[in-house]
């Protein structure tokens, strides 16, 4: 058995989220059944470097499985997507040492989230980037974004249904850019809570937005209680963009 | 009675095509039941310029209605938009002349195609654009696009399905521009035929992986019969760009 790490790109909106779950549809179970073809019916299951949640999309998730079969990283490749969707495309394909975890082995991530704006929403970027019509300063967000970097219990900025029990995470990096049509914020850290880029771009709008000031979010973190915070953006502008291991 | 005309654009992806049928959803029923709707529960048809088919976009479909409703175009935008799903976008409503007919005046249409080229499909991209994997000559195209532009019976280049006996049509203008990401289309003429913009799309791509030579094109109009032609290309790629009219 050889362990097999996999980078996969994947259009969230047909699906509902990575995580297999009972009677809908979702991208691991799309990949599995792919994976048991290719195993002769023998199930093959994969372990993700973590969930997305349904609408979610990646450009650079990263999964691994154990394999009997000898192929070289581009044949998996062809192999693979040749079984798959077309809105589930796999990037990059290596064998790696039989200690490599998904999951486990995470040194960081980033997610980028996309909004655009004018005077209509646009129809082809429904699934893919959120509409938001209302005028944002982008140095106040710059501002804001940079009260997240750092080392901080993120209990304010996750959802009440996050499970684990250490919030404590490490943002290295928040960045604001404006694009042709909108804006793009990419967040880059240890780790990441359930809802928490969406709960941290729904506060940088209101920030943007002049409806929070930029030096509020200390205290937003420091109260540790989710009711503090702000609104949770949508799901559809948000992409998984890479996963970090050491080397 | 007022007669309203109004541009839109729409993601097809979602939807059977524009032209209503039964037990499918499409564009015109989504339209109709939200001018329906505004008008109390009155019945409220609409006229295209014509239909586009499943799968196909359009950034400016136009149709008419007539209403008794007083409002400026911006309320009508409004007041539409916030009836439609966020994949249909009314961009522009005006009051026009009674005698206005979205149909019978239209003076010619644009058409553009979107393809993506790349090692791998874009899965952001796969209900927007077609992706074509091998290399296309761009010179090779123009020359080709060329041949289309005048006044043909175009039997070879539409579906056999057509039901209009008149053939006839006059192309205008074929671009062929290279993007970032591969190439875009662009057919201007008084009319097209079921199918025309995608059979000459599949026919252009032959023309540039060198499997047609461009001047087999004048013999392939000439010949009158869908069997010379070449595949018809997704529908994924299309979209209705601009229709127009007579001031």
């Known amino acids: 058995m050889k362990r097999i790490k996999a980078i996969v790109a994947y259009d969230g909106s047909a699906y509902s989220g990575f995580q297999i779950q009972k009677n809908s549809r979702t991208i691991q179970e799309m990949i599995e059944k792919a994976l048991t073809r290719m195993h002769k019916g023998e199930t093959t299951k994969i372990v993700s470097s973590g969930r997305t949640d349904a609408g979610v999309h990646a450009k650079g998730q990263v999964f691994h499985f154990d394999s009997?079969?000898?192929?070289?990283?581009?044949?998996?490749?062809?192999?693979?997507?040749?079984?798959?969707?077309?809105?589930?495309?796999?990037q990059h394909v290596e064998v790696v040492s039989s200690d490599f975890h998904a999951r486990y082995d995470v040194v960081g991530k980033t997610y980028k989230y996309f909004l655009h704006q004018g005077e209509l929403p646009n129809p082809f970027k429904h699934h893919y980037s959120t509409y938001f019509p209302y005028q944002l300063d982008i140095e106040l967000m710059r501002k804001g974004a940079q009260h997240f970097v750092g080392t901080y219990d993120f209990t304010s900025f996750c959802s009440a249904k996050t499970e684990k029990d250490n919030k404590v995470r490490t943002i290295t990096a928040v960045e604001v850019d404006q694009t042709d049509e909108g804006f793009v914020f990419t967040f880059t850290g240890n780790g990441f809570l359930y809802n928490m880029v969406r709960i941290m771009v729904g506060t940088l709008l209101n920030v943007g937005s002049k409806r929070l000031a930029a030096e509020k979010i200390p205290q937003l973190i420091a109260a540790k209680d989710r009711k503090h915070a702000n609104k949770t953006a949508p799901a559809q502008g948000l992409y998984l963009w890479e996963v970090y291991y050491d080397n």
Do not use: D, F
């Open 68 to 90: 009997p079969i000898h192929m070289s990283g581009e044949s998996w490749v062809r192999a693979l997507n040749g079984l798959l969707p077309t809105n589930i495309v796999i």
